[in-house]
C-alpha cells in the first residue's frame, strides 16, 4: 500500500485496548489524495516518538480517502459515519480542553449496516488554516483528520489522521537593521549591529559588536537566541523561555576600537516563524540576545526581539 | 601555590595532551568510516583543548603543535569529497555550526584552505572572509596561535604573481592585504599580552611574550616571498602599513623586533629605494626602543650591500642615503631625549662605519658625523658612563682603521674636539691608539700644520690635564705612554729643513710644557730630531746660498741649548749633561767652535752645580772626557781650558779608584790617535803618573782602612794604558817605565796584605800575554816591545 499511511492514534489504542478485551470489530484508513507526491515533515507525537506526516498549506484542498474495513466475519452496525477536519489548541495547563479553531464537517455514510470493505473519498476545499501546527513548552497547535462511526449503546468507533500546516511568508518588503548603543556609564559602551530584524528560517545573522569603550575585562562574549512562548491571558498568562542557541561570538578581552564580526546560521536550530497571536491563547516570539561575560562571571546582556518567517523554500 | 606553578603547568599540559589525543582517536574512527558528522564532533572537541588559559606560551605551543597534526588529517579528509558527500561550500558553512568560537575558526581555516584550492570561490574572498573573522579571537596567546595557524595554511595559497590562485587584475594586493591585516592583528594581540596578568609577573611575561616574536614576524617574512611585491608595491603599500602598525602600536619590545624584522626580511634595495620612510619612521618610536641597534643594523646590512658590488654605489649615491641617514640618526637623538650618550654614540659609530664603507673618499662626511657627535656630547657633561667611552673610542679608530693614516685623521677638524670629550684616561688610551697607527703604518707626518694637530689630539700624554689625578698614574703606563710620545716625534719628518724646523719648534713648544716628570722622556727625542736637521744641513752645506736662511746649524743649536737649559732646570742634570755633550759633538762636526764651547760649558756647570752624587760624577766625567777627546775644533786656549777643567774634576772625585780610573781617562785628552790630533807626550806621561799616585795612595788607604790592600787591578789598568801610549809611539813612554811598572804590580802582588783577587790576576796575566805576543811578533813593534824586560 505505498503512498498510503497507517498512522494508529497510539493514545486511542490503548484506550481502546483497556476498554474491551475485544477489538474493535473494523479498521479505518484514512489517506490523502497525493500522498505519494506530498512532503513529509517530522512531527513529535505525545509519546516521543516521532513520525512522518504530510504537510499542508492553508487555502489547499485537502482530499482523500477513508476505508472501513470490518473484521472478517463481523458487521459493522452504525447510525453515520462522519469526517472532521479539526485545528485545536491545547493548553497544557489546562490539559484535555481542547479548543477547536477549525472544524469543518463531511458526512461519509447514513446509518446502516458494514459487512464489507468500504471507500469513502472525501473532499475539503480551500481549507481556512491560519495558524502552523505548532509542538511547545505549554501549548500545542495540531491539526486532525477525525473520522467517526457513530453507534447505538457502544462508543463510536474513531480514527485520526494528523497533519502539519505550514504557512509561507514572502520576503518582507521592509527589512531594518538593528542598530543600538548600549553600555554601562563609564564601563563598557559597545554598539551593536545587526543586519537585518526580520529573519527566515535558514538565514544567517550577520552583524558585528564595535568597542567604544571596555574598562571591565571581559571573558567572551556570545549571542543566544531566545523563544518567549506565552500562552493564556491575564491573570493566568504563562511565559516560557527558552534557550535555543548559545553561539560564542568572542573570545577574549577586546580593546577599544575592536570590532568583532556576527555571523550564525539559523538552519541548525529548529526554531519556528514568530506567532504574534494565535488566537488570543497564545504567542511566541523569538529575541537575540547578546551576552558579554567578564572575569568575574558577570552577564552584561541586550535583548532585541527579532521576527521569524517562513520562506517557501524553492 | 607560585611554587607548584611550574608543576601544576606541567600536569595540566598532559591534561591537554590526553584530551587531544582522545579525541584524536575518536576523529581517526570517523575519517576512516567517512563520518562527517561525528569527524566534525570531535574535531571541535579536540580543538576545545586549546581554549586553555593556563600554560605559558611555550607550553601552549606544544598543544598548538599537537593540534595542528591532526588537523592536517582532517584536512586531507576534507578534501576527498567522495569521503563526506558534502560540498566544499556547504563544507564551509556546516563548520561555523559549532558553538565555540576558537574551534569554529580552526575549522573554518582548515575547511577555508581546501576551499581555496578547490578553487569553487576566489582565494582573495575566502582569505578576507577568514582573516576578518578571527576577529572574533581577542585573547592574545590563542589570538596569535590561531592567526599563526591561518598564516600557514594559507601560505601556499596566495594568489601572487604566478601562482595558481592568482586572479585578474591586482590580485596580489589582495594576497598582500591579507598578509598585512593579519599582520596587523597579530601584532596588536602580541603587544596586548603585556598588559595581562599581575603586574609582578611582567618581567617574566615579556620574556614570554617575546617567545611569541617570531609568530608575527613571520607575517613579513611571508610578504617579502611574495613574488608580486616589488620596489613599487613596497614602497606605496607593504613598507608605508607595516611601519604605520609599528609606530602606533608604542610598544618598545614590538617596536624593536619589527623594525630589525622589516630590515632583515626584504632586500637591501628595497630599504636603499625607502630609506626616507623607514628612517622616518624611528624618531616616532618609544624612547625606549633600542633604536641604534635598530639603525646600526640597517647601516650593516647597507654597507654590506655598497660592498657587495661596485656597481649599486651610484644608487647610494642617487639616494642621498648618508644625507638621510645621518639626518634621521639627528632626529631620533633629538626626539628621544632620555636616550643616554652611549646610544647616541653608538649610533654615530655605525654611522662612521656605513660612511667609511661607502664613501670612503669622502672626507668631509666623516667629519660631519664627527661634527655631530660633537655636538651631541657638547650638550651632555663629561662623560662617565665606560661604555659611551668606549664608543667614543670606537669612533675615533675608526677612520684611523680605515685610513691606515693618521694624516687623514688630522684633516677632520672635528677629530680632536671629539676627543675633548673624553675623561683623561681615555684621551690618554685613544692618543695611544694614535700613535699607535703612526707607528703601525711607519706614517710620516710632515707638516707644521699637521703636527700642531696631532699634538692638540695627543694632548693629554703630552701636558697635565686640569685636574687630573696625578696620584693615580700607574708609573708604567706613564711611562709606555712617554716613550710611546718619544717615538712619535722620531714620526715627525719633513726633508725641507725650513719646514722641519718649524716641526721641531712646534714640537718644542708643546712637550716643554709637559712638566718635570715627561720631559726626561720627550726631551731626547726632540734633541736628536734636531740633531739630524743639523745633520742634515751640515750635509748639504753647499747648497746653502741664500743670506737669511731660517735654518741653520747655529739657529737649531740656539734652540737646542735653551731646550737642554729648560731640561735642566727640570732638574734632569745627567740627561742634560749627556745631550750637552752629543750637541757639543753635533756643533763639532758642523765647526762651530764657539757653539760647541758653550755646549761643554753647559755640562760642566751641570757637572759642578747640579750633579752631587759620586756615582754619577764619575759617570759624567768620563762621558765629558770621552766626548771631549773627540773635539778638534777648539783652539789651544779653549781646549786647554777644558782640559784642565776636566783633569781637575777627575782628581776630585770622591773615591781613590774613581779618581784614579777618571785621571788616567784624562790622558787621552792630550794624545788624540789622528793624522793632526794633539800629541802632547809629556802631559800624558804626567796624567799616568798621577794616576799611578793615586793608585799608590789608593792601596795604602785600604792598608790602613781595612788592613788589607786591594787589587791590583787599577795597577794593571794603568799598565795599560802605558802600553797603549807606548804603541802609539808616544817617547815619554818608555819600556823601562813599563817594565817598572810590571815590577811594582808584582811586588804588590806579593805584598802580605795583598787580596788575591782572580779577576786582577786574570787581567794581568793576559796583559802579560798580551807583551810576550807583541815581543814575538816582531817587526817594528816587536823590536819595541823587546825594551821591555820582563
Redesign the interface.
Known amino acids: 500500500m505505498l503512498g498510503k499511511l497507517l498512522i494508529q492514534d497510539s493514545t486511542k489504542a490503548s484506550w481502546n485496548y483497556l476498554v474491551g478485551a475485544f477489538k474493535p470489530p473494523c479498521n479505518i484508513f484514512i489517506s490523502f489524495a497525493d500522498g505519494r507526491s506530498r512532503k513529509q515533515v517530522p512531527l513529535k507525537k505525545e509519546n516521543g516518538k516521532t513520525v512522518m506526516v504530510a504537510l499542508f498549506q492553508s487555502q489547499e484542498n485537502i482530499v482523500g480517502e477513508v476505508v472501513i474495513e470490518p473484521i472478517q466475519g463481523k458487521k459493522v452496525e452504525h447510525n453515520g459515519v462522519k469526517i472532521e477536519l479539526l485545528g485545536q489548541i491545547e493548553l497544557y495547563f489546562d490539559r484535555g480542553n481542547f479548543y477547536d479553531f477549525t472544524s469543518l464537517v463531511r458526512e461519509l455514510d447514513v446509518p446502516g449496516e458494514l459487512y464489507e470493505r468500504k471507500t469513502y473519498p472525501f473532499e475539503f476545499s480551500t481549507v481556512e488554516m491560519p495558524y502552523e501546527s505548532y509542538n511547545g513548552v505549554n501549548v500545542r497547535l495540531r491539526y486532525i483528520l477525525k473520522v467517526t462511526i457513530s453507534r447505538n449503546y457502544v462508543s463510536n468507533i474513531v480514527e485520526y489522521q494528523d497533519f502539519v500546516v505550514r504557512n509561507y511568508t514572502p520576503p518582507p518588503s521592509i527589512n531594518n537593521s538593528i542598530k543600538m548603543e548600549v553600555g554601562i556609564e563609564d564601563c563598557l559602551h559597545i554598539e551593536f549591529e545587526y543586519s537585518k530584524s526580520k529573519y527566515h528560517l535558514k538565514d544567517v545573522i550577520i552583524g558585528k559588536i564595535y568597542f567604544l569603550l571596555v574598562r571591565i575585562k571581559l571573558k ?1 562574549m556570545e549571542l543566544e537566541i531566545r523563544r518567549r512562548e506565552s500562552t493564556g491571558s491575564g491573570p493566568n498568562t504563562y511565559v516560557e523561555t527558552e534557550t535555543l ?11 577599544r576600537g ?4 556576527i ?1 550564525l ?1 539559523l ?2 536550530y529548529e526554531l519556528t516563524p514568530t506567532y504574534r497571536n494565535i488566537n488570543n491563547k497564545f504567542c511566541v516570539k523569538y529575541y537575540l540576545n547578546l551576552v558579554l561575560v567578564d572575569e568575574e562571571d558577570r552577564r552584561y546582556f541586550k535583548q532585541q526581539e527579532i521576527t521569524v518567517y517562513r520562506l517557501l523554500e524553492t | 601555590m607560585m611554587l607548584n606553578g611550574a608543576e601544576d603547568e606541567e600536569k595540566w599540559l598532559a591534561e591537554g595532551i590526553a584530551g587531544i589525543q582522545h579525541n584524536a582517536f575518536y576523529m581517526h574512527r570517523a575519517l576512516d568510516s567517512n563520518n562527517l558528522r561525528e569527524a566534525l564532533k570531535y574535531s571541535a572537541q579536540m580543538l576545545s583543548e586549546l581554549r586553555t588559559s593556563k600554560l605559558s606560551p611555550h607550553k601552549y605551543y606544544d598543544l598548538y603543535m599537537r593540534a595542528f597534526d591532526e588537523l592536517r588529517k582532517l584536512e586531507i579528509f576534507f578534501k576527498d569529497e567522495g569521503k563526506h558527500g558534502v560540498s566544499v561550500v556547504d563544507l564551509y558553512e556546516l563548520v561555523q555550526h559549532a558553538g565555540n568560537i576558537l574551534p569554529r575558526l580552526y575549522l573554518l581555516c582548515t575547511v577555508g584552505s581546501v576551499y581555496i584550492k578547490s578553487k569553487e570561490a576566489p582565494a582573495k574572498e575566502v582569505l578576507k572572509d577568514l582573516v576578518e573573522m578571527c576577529r572574533g579571537v581577542q585573547h592574545p596567546l590563542r589570538g596569535l596561535f590561531l592567526r599563526s595557524y591561518l598564516a600557514q595554511v594559507s601560505r601556499d595559497k596566495l594568489p601572487d604573481i604566478g601562482s595558481e590562485y592568482e586572479g585578474d587584475a591586482d590580485t596580489v594586493m589582495d594576497a598582500v592585504e591579507f598578509v598585512l591585516q593579519n599582520f596587523t592583528e597579530m601584532n596588536k594581540l602580541w603587544v596586548r599580552m603585556q598588559h595581562q596578568g599581575p603586574g609582578r609577573l611582567r618581567e617574566k611575561r615579556e620574556k614570554e611574550r617575546n617567545e611569541l616574536r617570531d609568530l608575527v614576524g613571520k607575517n613579513l617574512h611571508v610578504l617579502s616571498q611574495i613574488e608580486g611585491v616589488d620596489l613599487e608595491m613596497y614602497k606605496e603599500t607593504v613598507l608605508p602599513r607595516v611601519l604605520e602598525q609599528v609606530v602606533n602600536c608604542k610598544d618598545d619590545l614590538s617596536q624593536y623586533y619589527l623594525m630589525d624584522c622589516i630590515i632583515q626580511v626584504f632586500p637591501d634595495e628595497y630599504h636603499l629605494q625607502t630609506l626616507e620612510t623607514l628612517l622616518g619612521a624611528c624618531p616616532q618610536l618609544q624612547p625606549t626602543v633600542d633604536i641604534k641597534t635598530v639603525l646600526s643594523r640597517l647601516m650593516d646590512r647597507l654597507s654590506n650591500y655598497a660592498a657587495s658590488s661596485a656597481d649599486v654605489l651610484p644608487e647610494f649615491l642617487q639616494v642621498e642615503a648618508f644625507a638621510k641617514l645621518s639626518n634621521a640618526i639627528g632626529k631620533v637623538i633629538e626626539a628621544q631625549v632620555d636616550m643616554p650618550a652611549v646610544g647616541a654614540i653608538t649610533l654615530y659609530v655605525s654611522l662612521l662605519t656605513f660612511t667609511l664603507r661607502v664613501h670612503p673618499d669622502r672626507l668631509d662626511y666623516v667629519d660631519l658625523v664627527l661634527g655631530a657627535c660633537v655636538k651631541k656630547l657638547s650638550s651632555i657633561p663629561k662623560l662617565d658612563d665606560s661604555r659611551a667611552t668606549k664608543q667614543v673610542v670606537a669612533l675615533l679608530s675608526a677612520p684611523l682603521e680605515k685610513y691606515n693614516d693618521i694624516v687623514t685623521a688630522l684633516t677632520l677638524s672635528n677629530y680632536p674636539r671629539v676627543m675633548d670629550h673624553l675623561d683623561n684616561g681615555t684621551n690618554k688610551v685613544m692618543a695611544m691608539v694614535i700613535i699607535q697607527s703612526i707607528m703601525k703604518n711607519n706614517t710620516c707626518i710632515s707638516t707644521v700644520d699637521k703636527v700642531e694637530v696631532l699634538f692638540e689630539l695627543i694632548k693629554g700624554l703630552i701636558k697635565d690635564t686640569d685636574g687630573a689625578d696625578v696620584d693615580e698614574l700607574d708609573e708604567e703606563d706613564f711611562k709606555d705612554e712617554q716613550n710611546a710620545v718619544a717615538r712619535l716625534i722620531h714620526m715627525l719628518y719633513n726633508n725641507e729643513p725650513e719646514e722641519m724646523l718649524k716641526i721641531i719648534c712646534t714640537v718644542r713648544k708643546h712637550t716643554m710644557a709637559g712638566g718635570p716628570k715627561r720631559l726626561p722622556f720627550t726631551v731626547p727625542s726632540l734633541v736628536f730630531s734636531a740633531l739630524r736637521l743639523i745633520r742634515q744641513l751640515q750635509g748639504q752645506e753647499g747648497d746653502i746660498v741664500g743670506e737669511e736662511v731660517p735654518a741653520t746649524p747655529k739657529k737649531i743649536f740656539q734652540l737646542l741649548n735653551q731646550i737642554i737649559e729648560d731640561l735642566s732646570n727640570v732638574p734632569s742634570p745627567e740627561l742634560a749633561l749627556r745631550l750637552s755633550l752629543q750637541c757639543a759633538e753635533a756643533a763639532n762636526d758642523c765647526d762651530l767652535e764657539h757653539v760647541a764651547y758653550e755646549f761643554f760649558t753647559q755640562a760642566f756647570v751641570l757637572y759642578e752645580e747640579e750633579i752631587a752624587d759620586s756615582k754619577a760624577q764619575v759617570t759624567a766625567i768620563h762621558l765629558i772626557i770621552g766626548t771631549l777627546q773627540r773635539m778638534n775644533v777648539f783652539g789651544v786656549e779653549n781646549r786647554d781650558t777644558l782640559t784642565h777643567k776636566a783633569t781637575g774634576y777627575s782628581a776630585r772625585l770622591l773615591k781613590k779608584p774613581d779618581q784614579c780610573r777618571a785621571v788616567y781617562a784624562c790622558s787621552h785628552l792630550f794624545w788624540v790617535d789622528d793624522q793632526d790630533g794633539i800629541k802632547d807626550g809629556e802631559r800624558v806621561l804626567l796624567c799616568l803618573k798621577r794616576a799611578l799616585r793615586i793608585a799608590n795612595a789608593a792601596q795604602q788607604m785600604a792598608n790602613v782602612a781595612r788592613g788589607s790592600s786591594g787589587p791590583v787591578t787599577l795597577f794593571v789598568e794603568i799598565l795599560n794604558k802605558y802600553l797603549y801610549f807606548f804603541e802609539k809611539g808616544n817617547q815619554q813612554i818608555t819600556g823601562a817605565a813599563i817594565q817598572g811598572l810590571i815590577e811594582l804590580i808584582n811586588t804588590e802582588k806579593q805584598n802580605d796584605s795583598a787580596t788575591p783577587d782572580s779577576a786582577s790576576d786574570a787581567f794581568l796575566a793576559s796583559t802579560m800575554r798580551y807583551i810576550q805576543f807583541q815581543r814575538q811578533k816582531g817587526g817594528i813593534m816587536g823590536e819595541k816591545f823587546e825594551s821591555i824586560k820582563l
Open positions: 567572551n542557541a548559545k553561539f560564542e561570538l568572542m573570545d577574549g578581552a577586546p580593546v575592536e570590532s568583532i564580526p555571523r546560521f538552519s541548525p
